[in-house]
Each structure stands twice: as C-alpha cells, then as structure tokens.
C-alpha cells in the first residue's frame, strides 16, 4: 500500500506541470532538485508518507544524488511514517554498497560488512563561500556550462568536484545568470556525450553577440603521454582510450572560441601532469611528459583561468570541502572582483601560500584575450 500511495504522492505535482523534489530525487536529478532548492524549498519537505528527496534517492539507489542532497544538509536521521530512515529504505530495497556506506557515514554508524571500505571518514564540511554573498543584477543574456565530477565511474576520485561545482552555480546565478540559462552537469551527468552535446549543440543555439559565457570545469585531466596533449576526463572517460572517450582542451577551447558571444570566461580546476591532484594517467604509463600542450587559442573572445601550470597539481582544503583554486575564486567573486584579472590577481598568491603550507608548489595561469575587460 505504501509504494501505490508513494508514486500517487509522487505523481500530484507533476499534474499541475510542478517540478517535486521528491520526484527529482526519486529520478536523481540534480539539477531539478537544485531548481526546487533555489525556489526556497526546504531540502527535507516531507510528502503525504513522510517520505523525503534523500528517501527517495537512496531508494533508488542514486548515489550521486544521495551525495548532492546529504551536501545541501538533508537529514539522514529523518524517518517516514512507517519509521524507515533513508538507510533502512536503501537497505531494503538491496542498493549498491556506495549509497548504504554514504548513508552510514552520514549518521555516523560504523559500515555495514557487505560495504565497500569507504576510506577515511569526512563529514560534509561547511565553507564561507558556500552561500553567496554577492547578488548581481540580472543577466538575461548571460549563460553559464558548470561541469564537477568527484566519483568517477572508473578512476579515483577528484576531492569536492562535485560540490565545487554546486557552489559555483549557486555564485553565478546570485551574480544574475538566470537559472535557466545554466547548464550544470554533475557526477555521472557530466558524460562525454552530453558534455559534447551542450558544448556544440546547446550553447552556439543559445548564445547572443551581447551574451558573457561563463564555463567552468572541476574534475579530472589528463596527458596523453605521446604527445602532451591536454584532455578534460568525463565521468564515463578511461585514460587508456583518451582520444575517443575524453575531451581534448583544444577542441574544448576551440568550441567555445567560436561561440558569437561578447566573452567567454573559463576557469578550469583541474591540472594535466598525470602525477595526481586532480589528473589521471593510464595505467603502466610514465607519470610525466615531457611538456604537456594547455595552449589557449588567441580568440578575440576567449579567457582562461587555470588552476595550474606545468607539471604541477592541484590541491583541496579539506576545512572547507572545496579545491585551493575553486575556494579562492569564489572569494574574489565575493569580493566583488569584475574582471579576469582582478580574480587572477586575487587568487594566485593565496592559491600559491595555500599550496606551500601543503609542501608543493601550484601556480594559477591567465591566458587569452580579455583579461581586463569587465564581465
């Protein structure tokens, strides 16, 4: 009876053409989920049955989704109206050992046997960027493609890309970027088709000769080590087969360079040595390359901001749950910071200091045209 009455529950808001947080859970939307958020609805809004986003979502055994609605505070101690926590639901239902190990560590319980070792415990940390503190007029014509990847479907994880990811467009659409004009791939959303599709198809139909394009990408790169070209992971991505499952930069910047748009502003947390930090490297292959090809085509239109350069890597402040580039560039946008080069400017000496104290060097990059213009 509980299941019949569940998808009635379920069903309601879509009669009326409404977007249900239980029903983007139940789907594992993201995106959708964030879109209800941003309304101002509570993330833990119960249904008729008591029953949550995070129930759902751990029902069907979402992971990615369980993560994204644990990181935006939802209650894992919660229960239904027939006492079930988002544990007990995913327990019965027999979901994958990823959703019960998150699920546990959420509430603080040692992990089940059948579970997979979920490596040091981390609580979902709390940061002073996380909510924006800068708000924009609005920006009709702006667009944003915001791309974060942590879990991997096969290589190790990039610390917080997706969350960095998250907060990133919570900064832009207070900067006024409306929210339908976001694109916001995370986790195992951000395939290489789909990044392909948005970056080919969806942003060249959309964009305007006024529009300022904001891109920014957290995850995985990687080097093909013949021939140091530089390559952005996506989630479904395998370092052993780079040229036809991941995206080269070039084409990326290539793409975006053509766009007829007034500027187009990226900014990459990712690095492309293969030596760690947030890059990969085929198995059995060197560590390094000779020199890796991160060149910026020079696009009248076209910004980067690298977290990077070289051969060095990319680091996380795990205080506040977020990449040392990521956190500093979302504080220059809090600080109010109009230009490529006032977030150069800012950023690069505290990504730099933040890097030494983690006995390693990493050293921003600013490239293209641009960097002084206001965007």
């Known amino acids: 009876m509980n299941r019949l009455l569940a998808a009635l529950v379920l069903a309601l808001p879509f009669a009326s053409g409404c977007i249900s947080i239980h029903q983007a859970g139940y789907d594992g939307k993201n995106r959708d989920i964030q879109a209800v958020l941003d309304k101002g609805v509570p993330v833990d809004k119960r249904n008729l049955i008591g029953s949550t986003a995070l129930m759902f979502a751990a029902e069907q055994g979402h992971p990615d989704t369980v993560r994204f609605l644990l990181d935006h505070g939802a209650d894992p101690r919660l229960t239904d109206n027939s006492g079930r926590t988002a544990l007990a639901r995913a327990q019965a239902a027999n979901r994958d050992a990823a959703v019960i190990a998150m699920l546990e560590r959420a509430l603080g319980k040692a992990p089940s046997s059948h579970a997979e070792a979920p490596g040091p415990e981390r609580r979902a940390p709390s940061s002073d960027v996380d909510s924006p503190s800068r708000h924009g007029a609005p920006r009709p014509d702006d667009f944003a493609l915001v791309i974060g990847i942590e879990d991997y479907q096969s290589l190790p994880k990039a610390d917080f890309g997706a969350r960095d990811a998250a907060t990133v467009r919570r900064h832009f659409e207070s900067m006024g970027v409306p929210a339908r004009n976001i694109i916001s791939l995370e986790g195992s959303q951000a395939t290489g088709s789909k ?67 007034k500027r187009v ?103 293209g045209s641009g960097a002084d213009a206001k965007f």
């Open 265 to 367: 502003l990226v900014a990459l947390d990712a690095c492309f040595s293969g030596s760690g930090g947030r890059s990969v490297l085929a198995k059995g292959a060197r560590p390094l390359v000779a020199k890796v090809d991160e060149s910026v085509p020079a696009a009248a239109n076209l910004t980067v901001l690298a977290a990077a350069s070289g051969a060095e890597i990319t680091g996380s402040l795990d205080e506040q749950g977020h990449g040392i580039f990521t956190y500093h560039f979302l504080k220059a946008l809090q600080g109010g910071a109009a230009t490529p080069r006032g977030l150069y400017d800012y950023l690069k000496p505290r990504v730099q200091d933040d890097a030494r104290r983690q006995n390693r060097e990493q050293s921003p990059t600013l490239a």
């Open 195 to 261: 990044l392909k599709n948005y970056l080919q198809q969806w942003l060249p139909r959309n964009v305007k000769p006024e529009s300022t394009v904001f891109v920014y990408y957290s995850g995985h790169g990687a080097p093909d080590p013949e021939n140091g070209d530089a390559y952005l992971v996506p989630w479904d991505a395998d370092p052993m087969f780079l040229t036809t499952s991941a995206y080269p930069l070039k084409q990326f910047y290539a793409e975006l360079s053509k766009l007829k748009a």
